[in-house]
């Protein structure tokens, strides 16, 4: 069983989460159901209960999948759900198209109440920021969600630090995901020390790169025609031969310390947030119920400093930038 952690807003999750992307054809191939739901139900039955899914993944469907857990097994899950894009970006070549306005926000928690089969989410996230909407007024909106008992928690994805502060202005900031990882690493430069500032919890989205830090993707033949990761520029051209210098780096430090790819990926991670002193808790997805156990263990995997430092600089080489339109993830990350 995992132990526990506490993010923002005294909400107490699992040391390790799970990201419900990962259980629909975002990365394509088929997906089998029941494999899914059994690949959940080990999660919680190894303490891995803080499951995170949005209204937009698979048109809804990663909800009303989740709400098959939730029939039976409602009490032991933290529940995280999403709102704020209104069509899935994986299906218009990575584009976003934000929104958060009161009435959407009241609009959207009502709908993935109903796809959930639930009356209360436990985490409550606006996905992107809208442009044209004071965060004011979209926190404003989310927190009388949690007056009237739909939500416990709020939280932001991919938000300035200015952002986060104005938003925690309004309403305590449970917590912030925002992608982190090896390879991944511009938001420790302001955004995780005013979260650390706040008393924000991180939940770093994509911990192991979509696949890519555990050597899954040496090359484009790697990816398969419908995958999201084509939309990608890192995982394209010479930037995805490029990037392999990053892959070496993560599997010469599993060597030294017997573990794989993805646990030092994530011990990584863990080591990182105690350093920045920020409270993190990383959501990797996987359709197989042995990779639920494979990270897990990544929780025991100690790293030296020198390896921690190592991995940051060979992160710090990647080339190439996250999405095709970084429009709603760019500068403002700092």
Not at 193 to 217: D, H, Q, W
Request: charged share 20%; glycine share 10%; aromatic share 4%.
């Amino acid at each position: 069983m995992t132990a526990s952690t506490t993010l923002g807003d005294g909400l107490t999750v699992s040391a390790l989460g799970f990201g419900g992307m990962a259980l629909t054809p975002v990365y394509g191939g088929a997906v089998d159901d029941a494999e899914s739901l059994a690949t959940l139900h080990h999660a919680i039955d190894v303490g891995v209960s803080f499951l995170d899914t949005a209204n937009v993944y698979g048109s809804g469907d990663n909800e009303r999948l989740i709400a098959r857990l939730l029939a039976d097994r409602r009490d032991e899950v933290t529940l995280a759900t999403k709102f704020g894009i209104q069509a899935n970006p994986a299906e218009r070549g990575g584009r976003v198209s934000p929104r958060g306005d009161a009435a959407y926000v009241r609009q959207c928690i009502d709908e993935s109440l109903q796809r959930l089969q639930t009356d209360v989410v436990d985490l409550y996230y606006l996905h992107r920021r809208d442009p044209n909407v004071p965060i004011e007024e979209t926190v404003g909106a989310m927190a009388e969600l949690v007056d009237a008992g739909k939500v416990r928690h709020l939280g932001l994805s991919e938000v300035s630090a200015a952002e986060l502060r104005a938003a925690h202005a309004v309403h305590p900031i449970a917590a912030l995901q925002s992608e982190w990882s090896i390879w991944t690493r511009d938001i420790e430069a302001v955004i995780v020390p005013a979260a650390a500032e706040l008393g924000v919890g991180i939940v770093p989205f994509s911990p192991l790169g979509r696949g890519f830090l555990t050597g899954t993707v040496r090359s484009a033949a790697d990816i398969g025609d419908n995958d999201f990761r084509r939309t990608m520029p890192r995982f394209a051209g010479t930037a995805l031969e490029a990037n392999q210098s990053v892959v070496d780096a993560v599997g010469t430090v599993a060597r030294e310390v017997g573990a794989t790819p993805a646990q030092v990926a994530l011990a990584w991670l863990r080591h990182r947030a105690e350093e920045l002193g920020v409270t993190s808790v990383p959501i990797p997805g996987t359709r197989r119920a042995a990779r639920i156990d494979e990270n897990v263990a990544s929780l025991s995997v100690t790293l030296t400093p020198e390896q921690v430092r190592t991995l940051g600089a060979a992160g710090d080489a990647v080339t190439g930038t996250r999405y095709a339109d970084m429009s709603s993830v760019g500068s403002h990350r700092e």
